[in-house]
């Protein structure tokens, strides 16, 4: 009996602090959120959005920053894409079980697990130096896209295999060929796990810093890139720079930097976990 | 006909095997600056110097003081992460009631999601000063500081993967385990971590590898002063920070400080495939296992 109790106490025990630790995570969440609100609300409006950097904190503001973010995105987009979803294609219908491409597999899942910044020494060593891009948006966004490429690929095989094969084998009866079948049936019905997957890679890719410091991206860029091989500046960056000034008024535009960023990255996470929840029920 | 789909099926295989190039590349850039760097630095130097100076004029290259910062604060990151994720990890899998464990996963998985640039942030402006009311000692920039945020960020890895891993247990175990007389705290314990044991291995291998790879976090809150010291109360620079260090300043192509930070990064990498290649081998063991 005295045994008995004594492990009902333990297990009781047990619950709480995993509902305290539990609810502790969610606690701090709050915290990070609440006070980076707190300090940078005040900078939020139209200005600090349109303004260009600048020495006086007051007057700083993250147009370029932006500008320059939603440049890089956009040529993260355009490479990163169409060669994760033909790699992801490649590997799920063409790819016969054999060396080469448990090798391929093999390699996908070790680069998912290399640190962002040695994509930026590749991509220093590669796209700054050998290809001769420099410090340049076209260099980040190259080394971007093969950071992302990993979950992309992951996604799209995911996507891919969750399509019923009798969906394709009703397309070859009727005469299909592979690619047509591809094409017409199999990319359409993964659309949106393809779709899912694209959007959590670019919320990922649009908060990374790490890599772009290693490229090349400028701590202050006071104009908007006009060119493919012209410097640029991000967002994550602004805030680094910000953040390590000692000056209270850059804490506070970083802080509001902040909540730009985080606006940004949820709205894609929430899209995708939307997109997520719509194509499952679709699918089941 | 027969040729557009040869030609496509070549197109994707194309796309495919740039992954192979990705890895390549790392390995050959890596490679071939820190070849040219250990042209001027001997090894032996290289892992036994205990000073990192490249920057200053008296030079030292002894990257044990900078694998030291790394493993500082990847160890506080860890000794925060793994307790509280796997209890969580428990909790949401045997305890709460699945609405909530359907609506808790997410939310906390939110903290994997925020920008890591985000939580230097955090660590900088508001733990760091926290802590120092507790602890007036304790210096601006220090590694006790960065590695606590560190392992809140990566608490959800743990908890999430090792769920997942928990949840992968046949039913029928945890069943014969309730149907002994056991309480679900001594089911968790007994029966489902150690069926789960490889699952939960795979996912602090990763945390570990994830934080010893972080950046922005350490290069904010923990500053820039490589030593090589345990004391988490002083600033320190990890391998990654250091990188950092040198690409905000203007290291000229060829120079000795440009060659370091590939030496370092060769280093960082070496790490982290060494991890990640353990988490397959234990990954692909477990799988047989189960089949």
């Known amino acids: 009996m005295n045994n008995l109790q004594k492990n009902r106490i333990i297990d009781t025990s047990f619950k709480t602090v995993g509902l305290l630790f539990t609810l502790l995570g969610i606690l701090i969440l709050v915290i990070l959120l609440y006070n980076i609100i707190r300090v940078g609300y005040t900078r939020i409006n139209w200005d600090f959005l349109t303004s260009l950097p600048s020495r006086k904190p007051e007057r700083a503001g993250i147009f370029t920053a932006i500008i320059g973010t939603l440049d890089l995105m956009l040529l993260t987009i355009v490479f990163a894409i169409p060669v994760g979803i033909g790699a992801g294609l490649y590997l799920e219908e063409y790819a016969k079980k054999s060396r080469w491409s448990t090798l391929l597999e093999i390699n996908i899942a070790n680069l998912a697990g290399v640190p962002s910044i040695i994509y930026g020494l590749l991509g220093l060593g590669i796209f700054v130096r050998f290809f001769g891009f420099g410090g340049s948006i076209l260099s980040g966004a190259l080394t971007l896209s093969l950071l992302i490429l990993p979950i992309i690929i992951v996604a799209t095989r995911e996507a891919i295999k969750a399509v019923p094969p009798s969906l394709k084998e009703a397309s070859f009866a009727l005469g299909a060929s592979k690619w047509q079948t591809l094409q017409k049936v199999v990319l359409p019905s993964s659309f949106g796990g393809i779709l899912t997957g694209v959007i959590l890679s670019l919320s990922r890719a649009i908060g990374e810093t790490a890599p772009l410091i290693v490229v090349g991206a400028m701590a202050y860029v006071p104009f908007i890139p006009h060119s493919l091989f012209d410097t640029f500046s991000i967002l994550p960056m602004q805030i680094f720079t910000w953040t390590t000034r000692p000056q209270e008024g850059f804490a506070i535009a970083a802080a509001a930097a902040i909540i730009i960023l985080l606006v940004i990255t949820f709205v894609m996470n929430g899209i995708a976990v939307y997109l997520r929840n719509k194509w499952q029920n679709k699918l089941s | ?291």
């Open chain 2, 1 to 291: 006909m027969k040729i557009k789909e040869k030609i496509i099926e070549i197109l994707l295989k194309l796309c495919a095997s740039i992954t192979i190039f990705t890895t390549i590349g790392i390995i050959a850039v890596l490679l071939f600056e820190s070849i040219a760097f250990f042209k001027n630095v001997s090894i032996l130097e290289f892992f036994t110097d205990t000073q990192w100076t490249p920057l200053f004029s008296e030079k030292h290259f002894g990257i044990l003081s900078l694998v030291s910062g790394t493993f500082l604060t990847a160890a506080i990151a860890i000794a925060v992460a793994l307790p509280i994720g796997l209890t969580i990890a428990i909790y949401l899998n045997m305890y709460a009631p699945k609405s909530f464990r359907k609506t808790l996963k997410p939310i906390l998985e939110i903290l994997a999601a925020i920008p890591t640039v985000v939580y230097g942030f955090f660590a900088l402006t508001i733990v760091t000063p926290f802590l120092q009311n507790i602890y007036p000692d304790l210096e601006t920039f220090n590694s006790l500081s960065a590695g606590l945020v560190m392992g809140i960020m990566i608490i959800p890895f743990i908890s999430s993967l090792s769920e997942d891993a928990l949840y992968a247990v046949p039913k029928s175990l945890k069943e014969a385990s309730f149907g002994m007389g056991s309480t679900r705290y001594q089911t968790a314990i007994k029966v489902m971590v150690p069926a789960a044991s490889s699952g939960i291995i795979v996912s602090v291998i990763l945390a570990i590898s994830r934080a010893i790879g972080e950046t922005m976090i350490v290069a904010i809150a923990a500053g820039q002063q490589a030593q090589f010291s345990l004391d988490p109360t002083i600033p320190t620079q990890t391998i990654t920070s250091y990188i950092v260090q040198v690409s905000m300043g203007d290291a000229p192509q060829g120079s000795i400080e440009y060659k370091t930070i590939f030496a370092a990064g060769l280093t960082l990498f070496l790490f982290t495939f060494l991890l990640n290649t353990v988490s397959f081998w234990i990954k692909k063991k477990y799988q047989e296992k189960y089949e």
